[in-house]
């Protein structure tokens, strides 16, 4: 009986399945899968169509959000193709609480989805009020010299069942927690950066499961990390306060609906422990013998542990944590283990990354072990670290004797290949040490492969650079005594970043700490988190971060939010240099230029590439000027787009009346100097043309190497390209000879270097005080490699893929080039092969956009899509011919297209 009434059933839900035949999937809440703390009033909800029909849009949706059974928005069917940012406008969300959310859609086929899962979203805290926990601190004189990090303990007891429990931490300086001996979370170097001035982010973690019925314990650790610690140069430290402190919050919710909170307080105890020393620069010192074991646990005994103070900070400037927390990723086994000649023990990861080594050994009580990292080894093969500067890099570890012990730092980072090994009794195996990378746990979303070997593995060292260098900050370099975040690097590298990794809410968070960070008079510091000074900033090419970084991220997400939120910032970096400048010129102030150009030793011939600073200066006002008018076109603000465009006129006017000669030559004859003047626009059209063939000519004259620094750079393809000198562009990409970007890959690099040559020819090393093995800036060819070469676009009337743009530019002897992208709508992807005879070019489209698909193709009648001609096929529809291209307008799914030679 039970079988006959199950089949119906199941048929049904079949049928059901394909007459819908539309599904949405990844339901998204500010940019994340199922959040765990939200501040924003109306968080914004995106989600994805799939079908397994071609030219798939939605025509309306419903989205109902609900607090358990109630609902608390319903937006009835809304008639809209958008699925990407919807704002939730039902009412108000209230503090700690768990919402979920369910949508279905319906297409352009009539057909409706069936209501997806329930995502959920977990509120913050979202007012100061809801805070009831104290800050503490340490009530012990702490040795002033080392700092150890200090400890903080409590019990408290629960009597009845628990239905779920929520742990708010924050800390002056970095945290760890754990609930009775247990970590709290997997997320690192807890509380991230901010510029802690103005706010201080908070995380939030689900703890339910680590509650036991009676007596809990709580117990945190604190270490000195950016809050207090060594940043910048000359022994700068205690940039925000000289004493850590904690701030912790446990919201329980009974099954019988009673509540009780457990606060950071004066009830709390203190002391120290085994982490005798902590410092981002300098590594740390764990001292086994001194570890209170089960110091977070119920059992242990306290009673010699100190008091607490009550700290004074107030807490209106806490927030939620908007970015991926920073996390563990890759691990590494050391490749090779051996002794350098000058009889050092070394071990070789392989791979230059950021994060740490976990050391697992057997020993006496007192030995001591010393790990010092660094990137590479000299010519003659020893351990090199002068290029590390003051950052020592070192982490030591002081066996407590018995079994096995492990180790891993807490409160620092290294940025490192290769370890030296010091104290080590006995055969150091590979099953002694595995290094782990951290960094921000952005979503990986692009791919990129091509047919050469050496550009797949500058594909590889791009990536690696973006993670090496995404740790919570987008920092300069991640090893010597810097670890900034450099604005000009960040600026360069933004619109690469985007495409292989999720860094929507990344740089949402960075470019809130800029805006906080700008000075009253609009001028935006080299570093963000700003901790140079008020006097530092400034700079052409690194203050407009403050423009192109949000610009970048709108493009490539579609989120109009960081538009608004960073309007204010944006205009206040073009007010200040329309009042630095006279007559609309701005030549005035302190600027790091083209940094990093091409300069050779002993230049005789003149041949450094030095580019005039104020005419950069006024060419990225200009740039900055047009995106600000760009994005007051978005948000619809028409006088300030009237203004702007009055502005931007009277810049270029002014940029052309001083440097361009009346036969068009400019006063800068530098790759970088053409490069900006025609990608920013800044010349007439009539002198457009003739300054491209000048670019070609430089390049040339350089054995088609480039002589760009971090300024040029991430655009000399983009405007080889434009101007018709792909060919050119490819000639670049492929150079193995310094300056390019395949030398580096040459000599073994697996990140980007900071300079172009880092390590000569003959294998000795540029000049100690500024040479970085994992600086991003240059890997700025990325956004060319995956825009042009495969052509994967954004239009920008669609911005974040809405509408998109296949254009792949077949050169260079490749003979396959291929790009993947996770939008926000689903994969978009596009590949293109050549064959005896033909060019292949598969392409898939997500559900809910349109692409422009550019086909290399002499007519349309040599082009078929999955082995038919294009005009027997009713979905495409061919709109033009531009150059070397057939234009087809096609809507999402999958397309095999071949051209016939
Ligand atoms: C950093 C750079 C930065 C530069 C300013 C350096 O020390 O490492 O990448 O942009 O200073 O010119």
């Known amino acids: 009986m039970k079988k006959i009434f199950f089949l119906p059933i199941s048929l049904l839900f079949v049928s059901l399945f394909l007459n819908a035949q539309i599904a949405v999937t990844n339901l998204l809440t500010e940019n994340e899968t199922n959040p765990v703390s939200i501040d924003a009033a109306s968080p914004r909800f995106s989600w994805q169509l799939t079908s397994s029909k071609k030219n798939v849009l939605q025509t309306a949706y419903e989205c109902k959000v609900m607090d358990g059974k109630n609902v608390v928005w319903k937006t009835g069917k809304i008639a809209s193709q958008q699925s990407v940012m919807i704002p939730y406008a039902g009412t108000a969300l209230q503090s700690g609480k768990q919402y979920t959310w369910q949508v279905k859609v319906w297409d352009n086929y009539g057909a409706a989805s069936a209501w997806s899962n329930a995502a959920v979203f977990n509120m913050g805290l979202l007012s100061a009020g809801d805070w009831k926990a104290k800050w503490i601190e340490a009530d012990f004189a702490e040795d ?15 009597n009845k069942k628990i239905k779920n429990a929520t742990a708010y931490i924050t800390a002056h300086g970095m945290y760890e927690a754990q609930i009775n001996g247990k970590r709290v979370g997997d997320y690192y170097l807890t509380p991230g950066w901010t510029s802690y001035n103005h706010r201080l982010q908070y995380q939030q973690y689900d703890v339910t499961a680590m509650m036991s019925n009676g007596e809990n314990a709580v117990g945190i650790v604190a270490g000195t990390g950016w809050y207090r610690g060594y940043l910048a140069w000359d022994n700068n430290k205690n940039i925000y306060g000289k004493k850590t402190g904690i701030l912790f919050q446990l919201q329980i919710e009974y099954s019988d609906g009673t509540t009780q909170t457990i606060v950071s307080d004066e009830s709390w105890k203190s002391s120290y422990g085994a982490i005798r020393y902590s410092e981002i620069y300098n590594g740390e010192t764990y001292d086994a013998r001194e570890e209170k074991k089960d110091w977070a646990t119920v059992k242990f005994n306290d009673a010699d542990w100190y008091n607490v103070t009550i700290g004074a900070a107030d ?5 939620a944590t908007y970015n991926e927390p920073i996390k563990k990723h890759e691990q590494f086994k050391p490749i090779k283990i051996f002794t350098t000649a000058k009889g050092e023990l070394v071990a070789d990861f392989g791979q230059n990354l950021v994060g740490w080594v976990q050391l697992k050994v057997k020993g006496n009580k007192g030995d001591k072990i010393t790990l010092h990292h660094t990137e590479v080894l000299d010519k003659a093969g020893n351990f090199y670290t002068e290029n590390l500067r003051v950052a020592k890099q070192q982490t030591t570890y002081i066996l407590k004797g018995g079994e096995e012990e492990f180790f891993e730092p807490h409160f620092t980072f290294q940025g490192f290949r290769y370890i030296k090994v010091e104290g080590f009794a006995g055969q150091l195996k ?18 990129f492969t091509s047919s050469n070997t050496l550009i797949n593995q500058l594909q590889h060292n791009i990536q690696w650079g973006q993670k090496g260098n995404f740790l919570d900050v987008p920092t300069d370099c991640p090893q010597r005594d810097e670890r ?16 292989n990794f999720g860094v929507n809410n990344f740089f949402s968070k960075w470019m809130k700490d800029l805006a906080y960070d700008q000075q009253p008079n609009g001028s935006v510091p080299y570093v963000v988190p700003n901790v140079l000074g008020a006097g530092a900033g400034g700079s052409a090419g690194w203050a407009d971060a403050a423009t192109i970084i949000p610009w970048n991220v709108y493009l490539a997400y579609g989120d109009k939010q960081i538009l608004k939120d960073q309007y204010s910032s944006m205009k206040a970096w073009v007010g200040y240099m329309e009042k630095a400048s006279k007559n609309y010129l701005w030549n005035t102030g302190f600027h790091f230029g083209d940094w990093l150009f091409y300069r050779p030793f002993d230049d005789n011939d003149g041949r450094s590439a030095v580019t005039d600073k104020y005419f950069i200066a006024q060419c990225f ?3 900055s000027t047009q995106l600000l008018l760009n994005t007051a076109t978005v948000l619809g603000k028409t006088e300030d787009v009237t203004y702007y465009t009055n502005l931007l006129q009277k810049v270029k006017d002014a940029f052309v009346k001083e440097y361009v000669t009346a036969n068009g030559r400019l006063v800068s004859g530098t790759q970088t100097a053409y490069v900006l003047a025609l990608h920013f626009d800044m010349l007439p059209e009539s002198f457009r043309k003739p300054t491209s063939e000048k670019l070609a000519d430089n390049i040339k004259n350089y054995g088609n190497h480039l002589t760009t620094g971090f300024l040029g750079t991430p655009y000399i393809c983009h405007v080889l390209s434009r101007f018709g000198y792909t060919d050119i562009a490819y000639k670049l990409l492929l150079q193995e000879t310094y300056p390019s970007w395949l030398y580096p890959v040459k000599m073994g690099a697996t990140t980007i270097w900071e300079r172009w040559d880092g390590i000569k020819p003959d294998s000795t090393f540029q000049v100690p005080s500024m040479n970085s093995f994992n600086h991003y800036a240059y890997g700025a060819i990325g956004d060319w490699m995956y825009r042009v070469m495969v052509g994967l676009d954004t239009y920008e009337d669609g911005p974040g893929y809405k509408h998109i743009k296949i254009q792949p530019h077949i050169g260079g002897g490749f003979t396959h080039a291929s790009a993947s992208l996770q939008t926000y ?16 070019l598969d392409v898939e489209i997500p559900a809910n956009t349109t692409a422009t698909v550019y086909v290399p193709a002499a007519n349309a009648e040599a082009i078929t899509e999955n082995g038919t001609a294009l005009s027997s096929l009713k979905d495409i529809t061919v709109t033009g011919k531009e150059n070397d291209f057939v234009i087809l307008k096609i809507g999402s799914g999958k397309y095999h297209f071949e051209v016939m030679k």
């Open 144 to 158: 002033s010299v080392n700092r150890p990090a200090q400890y903080f303990r409590k019990l408290f007891s629960l």
């Open 315 to 319: 807490k209106a400037n806490l927030t």
């Open 430 to 447: 590979p099953e002694n040490i595995t290094a782990v990378a951290l960094y921000s746990d952005m979503k990986p979303t692009g791919t």
């Open 484 to 499: 900034l975040g450099w604005t000009g690097d960040a600026q360069a590298f933004s619109r690469t970043a985007t495409f």
């Open 621 to 623: 006002f200009a740039y």
């Open 825 to 840: 709508y689903g994969t978009l992807s596009s590949g293109w092969k050549t064959e005896a005879g033909k060019i292949i």
